[in-house]
């Protein structure tokens, strides 16, 4: 890999994302020598994915180079890998660019979609965890309305024009809230020889309420929101098959949908060679002490989505979301320069700031510590925070820029098909993408 021997401890972080960049931070001119490993050149803002699949926001405005974070810390180095394989006895990782060694090692990479073994789903389904995949997301979404007028075949329409978001989380309500805009504000006018009034939103939710790590009120409301935009909002509902085409419930109730967009599970990426299977959790996490330390390896460490601390307060692990990941990062970075200095550690104390999730133009849901609140109120607080969190001066600027225009001109003008997405299931379907490829 290229990196010098140092007199310094090396510190070897897997993954650039909310975690692995906030402990990185704490690193900072301490007497350490940090590799930090992604297997992306940047760190993504998965909060905003679903507005690059709706045409919002350009990918850019989301995703900022990790080399920039490092820039400036002489001991500091970034390499784009993938790390496939630990080897903890001799304190090795291996990757895609080749092996190198470690004092101390951080797995911060995060999560994936959880199919729960459906390989139908897996295959048919869209997912939404990265920027390429909110990019084909937006492509076949435009496709389909290509499509649809390309069409005699009523059947055919429908099914392009009929959308599925699977699972009833924030992911789920922000995206079905920005489809249900753009059939109401952006579709009747992009496409006027279309009756776009068939397009049809469908959220499915396997529990009885949406956002089900919020508040009552705030699932409540936001399923009114939802139900205020056209959204079909069906609970109790679990998707159990999918084609491409047909999508069939454990109900009488089913699908003809062109896109299904599957954001109703993760669960944490693992990497091969720790002797952890039963440390592991049902959703692959690895359990990890107070000071994130993976149970049985003193010298490696676990923090974010892939990280199980189990505590009173969070019996089953905190929230994969931002805040544990950022928090755990910045504990554990004091926490190696102590270990280095001879001190105790100091064990991890969540900080819950809360959350929310908007829906649309003025309408979100917050629940924070002391106060929940829905509504106009909730959705500027929403606004402040996410620009707040993103990194990057740049990317706050353009962010700010295209909601101030969106908001003012009632649209989305990312919504291009740059890289076309070709699904597999084809009947007429995809001549659009076809013709575009082949260009
Ligand atoms: C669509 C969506 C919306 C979300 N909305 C919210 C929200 O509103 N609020 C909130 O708090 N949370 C939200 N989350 C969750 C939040 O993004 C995650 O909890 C957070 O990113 C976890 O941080 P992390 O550091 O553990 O992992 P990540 O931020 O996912 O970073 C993991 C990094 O590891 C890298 N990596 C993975 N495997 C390897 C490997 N083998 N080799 C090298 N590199 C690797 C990845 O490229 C990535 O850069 C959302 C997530 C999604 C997908």
Aim: net charge neutral; charged share 20%.
């Amino acid at each position: 890999m290229n990196i010098p021997q140092s007199s310094f401890p090396r510190i070897v972080i897997i993954g650039g994302g909310f975690g692995g960049i906030a402990l990185a931070k704490k690193l900072a001119n301490k007497d350490v020598q940090v590799v930090l490993l992604d297997k992306h050149n940047y760190h993504n803002f998965q909060p905003l994915l679903y507005q690059v699949s709706t045409g919002g926001l350009e990918p850019d405005s989301i995703a900022y180079p990790i080399r920039k974070v490092l820039q400036g810390y002489p001991n500091f180095y970034f390499r784009l890998a993938e790390v496939v394989q630990i080897d903890p006895k001799h304190k090795i990782i291996s990757s895609s660019i080749g092996d190198i060694s470690y004092d101390y090692l951080v797995v911060a990479t995060g999560s994936e979609t959880n199919y729960f073994g459906n390989k139908n789903i897996e295959e048919n389904s869209m997912a939404m965890k990265t920027i390429p995949q909110s990019l084909n997301l937006r492509s076949l979404i435009l496709e389909n309305f290509e499509q649809a007028l390309l069409t005699d075949d009523l059947h055919e329409r429908d099914a392009l024009m009929n959308f599925v978001i699977v699972g009833g989380g924030p992911t789920g309500v922000e995206l079905a809230g920005a489809l249900a805009e753009i059939k109401k504000g952006i579709l009747p006018k992009d496409y006027p020889d279309l009756d776009t009034r068939r397009a049809q939103i469908n959220l499915v939710q396997g529990g009885d309420r949406l956002l089900p790590a919020m508040s009552k009120i705030a699932s409540s409301k936001a399923e009114k929101f939802l139900e205020k935009l056209g959204v079909n909002v069906w609970k109790d509902i679990r998707v159990t098959d999918y084609d491409g085409k047909h999508i069939t419930t454990d109900t009488d109730i089913s699908f003809e949908a062109i896109t299904l967009v599957w954001a109703a599970g993760v669960q944490a990426v693992r990497i091969e060679g720790l002797d952890v299977d039963e440390l592991l959790t049902r959703g692959n996490r690895l359990k990890v002490n107070a000071y994130n330390q993976v149970i049985g390896h003193e010298a490696i460490f676990a923090i974010g989505d892939v990280a199980q601390m189990e505590t009173e307060a969070y019996p089953e692990g905190h929230p994969m979301m931002a805040q544990p990941a950022i928090q755990q990062g910045q504990n554990l970075g004091q926490n190696l320069v102590r270990l280095l200095d001879g001190k105790p550690l100091r064990p991890f104390t969540y900080k819950d700031k809360g959350s929310m999730a908007t829906v649309g133009r003025n309408k979100a849901v917050a629940d924070l510590k002391r106060i929940k609140f829905q509504g106009v109120f909730a959705w500027f607080v929403w606004m402040f925070v996410h620009l707040f969190f993103l990194i990057g001066f740049r990317n706050r600027v353009v962010v700010f820029i295209n909601w101030v225009y969106n908001y003012v001109r009632f649209d989305r003008e990312a919504r291009l098909i740059i890289r076309p997405f070709k699904k597999q299931y084809q009947s007429v379907k995809n001549k659009v993408a076809d013709s575009i490829a082949a260009d």
